[in-house]
């Protein structure tokens, strides 16, 4: 119950484009900790992947006092206009 809360919280925040999976684990204390992961769009500068997250935990804090630990994973979209992009825009650093 407490996952389907949190996910309609997450897809109701703006800026969010997708709720990926939500997991409700049991700290050593037994309180609940949240982890989810949260998309958000290719052009979502980080400011405001950073201000919606903070919004988010505190509205999940709201319907769930209980909650000691929020944890979000923001995933953003890579644009994407090919399905097979071509390899000469990977860039793959050496060690050397």
Known sequence: MLASTIRELLLAAPGVQSVGTIDVLESAGGAPVVIARVGFGPNTPVADV????????????????DVVDVVLEPEIAAPR????????????RGAD
């Open 50 to 65: 950073v201000a919606i997250s903070g919004v988010v935990r505190a509205s999940i804090r709201t319907q769930a006092p």
């Open 81 to 92: 206009d090919d399905a097979n992009p071509p390899t000469d825009i990977f860039v793959i």
